[in-house]
T-cell receptor, first 114, second 114 residues
């Protein structure tokens, strides 16, 4: 069955620390991959996505993610977090082609301490 | 206008009631989605409409009935719900519904079934 795993459920970092959130997917065939973020009291919104080309993808607010096909991974990184990055982060995946049917991971709550 | 709106924000209903959730977008998107999100869980896809036609139904019980009157509106009709249906119901839209699209999410309707 298709699935997305996020192993870090709750991460606490101090400001200026580096961030890496893990995401692994289990899909047959070609996949499109996404990271969505939900800031407190706000809607889910897209941080970045990968569907082809350069496996290192840059998104908004200084975030980036690397697609490593051999490891079925799409980890999210940021070199220096800010208090405003406190949010819940969801990795998501879908099979390429056809109608969009996205599966979300369980989410990682990031708390950044000033 | 890059917003997806959902009404009502909160809904409390009994198991014998009939109610409807409404979702609207004016971004010209041709795909719209319903998700269900239980507490501390990721969003789970329920239905996808593409060009006003139901393209995906994730084996949702018939007590949930979606409707897409036009490309801007998406309704979810509720009838004879169970307490376990209590959840946050999220609506989203995307430009085409094809793979790789960014989905734009609304704030959700928090449903409580008594």
């Amino acid at each position: 069955a298709q699935s997305v795993s996020q192993h870090n459920h709750h991460v606490i970092l101090s400001e200026a620390a580096s961030l890496e959130l893990g995401c692994n997917y289990s899909y047959g065939g070609t996949v499109n991959l996404f990271w969505y973020v939900q800031y407190p009291g706000q809607h889910l919104q897209l941080l970045l996505k990968y569907f082809s080309g350069d496996p290192l993808v840059k998104g908004i607010k200084g975030f980036e993610a690397e697609f490593i096909k051999s490891k079925f991974s799409f980890n999210l990184r940021k070199p220096s977090v800010q208090w405003s990055d406190t949010a819940e982060y969801f990795c998501a995946a879908e099979n390429s082609g056809g109608y969009q049917k996205v599966t979300f991971g369980t989410g990682t709550k990031l708390q950044v301490i000033p | 206008d890059t917003e997806v709106t959902q009404t009502p924000k909160h809904l409390v209903m009994g198991m014998t009631n009939k109610k409807s959730l409404k979702c609207e977008q004016h971004m010209g998107h041709r795909a719209m989605y319903w998700y269900k999100q239980k507490a501390k869980k990721p969003p789970e896809l329920m239905f996808v409409y593409s060009y006003e036609k139901l393209s995906i139904n994730e084996s949702v019980p018939s007590r949930f009935s979606p409707e897409c009157p036009n490309s801007s509106l998406l309704n979810l009709h509720l009838h004879a719900l169970q307490p376990e249906d209590s959840a946050l119901y999220l609506c989203a839209s995307s430009p085409t519904g094809r793979g790789g699209d960014e989905q734009f999410f609304g704030p959700g309707t928090r449903l409580t079934v008594l």
